[in-house]
Structure formats: C-alpha cells, structure tokens
C-alpha cells in the first residue's frame, strides 16, 4: 500500500500543473482502486487480529469461564489461584486427579467457599466423610464443590458467581482431612 501511495503522490506531482490525458486519468484510477483494495485488505487483516487478540484474552484473563485444574500426584493443585469473570452466565470447573491412589487413600476435591468461613467448612467436611465428599449435606457456606476423585478420575461442575461479591474474598481447597493446608488457592472475581 505504502508503495501504491508513493506513486500515486508522484503522479499527482507530476500531473500537477500539466493536463491530465486519459491515459494518465485511467493509471491514476488504477492506482487508487490498487490502494483502495490493500486498504481494505489490511483493515480486514487489522481486524482479524483485533479480534483474534480479544478472543485471547478472554480465555487468559479477564472473561475465563473454563477453569481446568488438576491435583497432583504429589498432593497439590496445579493453579495457586482461579480467576473468572463476574459476567460468566455459569463457570464450568473440569478437575482432574492425575494422581493414582485411590480416592479413600488419597482422594482430592475442590471447594469454593469464603475464605473467612473455610475452617468451618473443612471440620464439618470431615465430620461428614468420604461418602458425603467431606463436604456437609447443604452447606450454604460452600459456593460449590466437587466429589472426592481417586487417582486417573475426571470430573465436572457448573456454577453460577452472578451472586458473589467482587470484594470478597473466596478460597478454593480440598477437604479431603489434612489437604487444605497445602491444597488451597485463591478464587477471584474479575
Ligand atoms: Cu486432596
């Protein structure tokens, strides 16, 4: 384009203070239309990457709605935190437990919850036991939760934060007894 404008600024000077021919009349309507078309191309092209550029930075950062987390064979999470946007209609959370230990002997979960009520959820949460996940029947304090997955499991929640408060601040851990202290992160709400 740069090139087209470079001759069609040349051929203006030079046509200047001289009779245009047609001759000269069909060059110019030639270059304009060659410098219409890479206008457009490149606006297009401009575009393209706008959008392509927005459509990554909502999945990195601000409009995540997919979260992917993994606990570790060796007892951790693989995010320190899970960031996701307030406007999300529902987050959908894929956990996987790579690990290969069986769920009663080595089973993660994850759990949303306020940070300031996490201790009460986790002692309830193990009061409650394996078979209720280590989390209490119809905890309201829990946002949501996964079950207890043995080694090699797979699974998926759906949730809705349209009800939480940017300002808070939100925990994710597992309440599997005796993981939370290394198992946690922090949930927040862009
Ligand atoms: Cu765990």
């Not at 769920?103 to 996490?118: F, L, Q, Y």
Request: charged fraction near 15%; proline fraction near 1%.
């Amino acid at each position: 384009m740069l090139i087209g404008l470079f001759y069609l600024r040349k051929l203006n000077a030079n046509l200047l203070f001289t009779k245009r021919t047609n001759a000269t009349k069909a060059i110019l309507n030639y270059v304009f239309l060659v410098n219409y078309l890479e206008a457009i191309i490149m606006l297009r092209t401009k575009l393209g990457a706008a959008v392509l550029l927005s459509v990554i930075s909502t999945g990195a950062f601000a409009g995540q709605c997919d979260v992917a987390i993994e606990a570790t064979a060796s007892m951790a999470f693989s995010l320190k935190e899970i960031a996701v946007s307030k406007t999300c209609k529902e987050v959908s959370l894929t956990f996987k437990n790579v690990g290969t230990m069986a769920k009663a002997m080595m089973g993660h979960n994850v759990v949303i919850s306020k940070k300031s009520t996490m201790q009460a959820v986790l002692t309830d949460g193990s009061a409650a036991g394996l078979a209720k996940n280590y989390v209490k029947d119809n905890d309201d304090r829990v946002i949501a939760h996964t079950v207890v997955l043995g080694g090699g499991e797979t699974t998926n929640i759906k949730f809705k934060v349209s009800n939480l408060d940017a300002k808070e601040a939100y925990v994710f851990y597992c309440s599997f007894p005796g993981h939370a202290g290394v198992m946690n992160g922090v949930f927040k709400l862009l």
